[in-house]
């Protein structure tokens, strides 16, 4: 292989490697909330490709710190991989898989660490990259979850 043709390769690739990143498209989530007994902060960064005008598909992290003086203190943290399916402008399909890892002590002393896993099922309403909508975990069990219930609403805003 010639320079000039290892050197055309090299440059189509960071072209193509300039094209994704740019067609990323970015959201999250934070919180912070601090009062006399209860702590809680929260980011959880997500990014999605859209593959056509149809489909996007993405991953994304989470991780949570939550206080509660003089009772537990708890890290949840972990991640999700997301598939938007948008048939018309206006209606939006999703599939989010989101594995979280809990890791909760009681001032008692007694530990509770365990995987959540989540499959949620989603509708939503979509106005340009606003979308607000509501989910369901098919994989919800009350007596092991971090959720209090199978229905969420949601509401995503990507950049």
């Keep these: 292989m010639c320079v000039s043709n290892l050197i055309t390769i090299v440059s189509a690739q960071q072209q193509n490697d300039k094209k994704f ?3 990323l498209q970015w959201s999250g989530t934070g919180a912070l909330n601090f009062s006399n007994n209860f702590t809680t902060i929260s980011i959880a960064p997500q990014a999605i490709y859209p593959v056509n005008a149809y489909f996007s598909t993405g ?3 989470q991780y949570s710190y939550l206080s509660s003086r003089n009772d537990f203190r708890s890290h949840v943290y972990g991640g999700s991989w997301i598939s938007i399916f948008q048939p ?3 209606m939006q399909l999703s599939t989010e898989l989101e594995q979280l890892r809990v890791n909760t002590k009681l001032e008692n002393g007694f530990k509770d ?3 959540n896993t989540a499959l949620f ?3 939503g ?7 607000f909508g509501i989910r369901y975990n098919v994989l919800f069990k009350k ?3 971090i959720y209090t219930e199978a229905w969420m609403p949601f509401v995503r805003v990507f950049f």
């Design 21 to 23: 990143f740019r067609q």
């Design 59 to 61: 991953l994304g992290l």
């Design 88 to 90: 018309i402008p206006e």
């Design 113 to 115: 660490d365990f995987w």
């Design 121 to 123: 099922l989603g509708l």
């Design 125 to 131: 309403y979509t106005q340009r990259n606003f979308t």
């Design 143 to 145: 007596s092991i979850n």
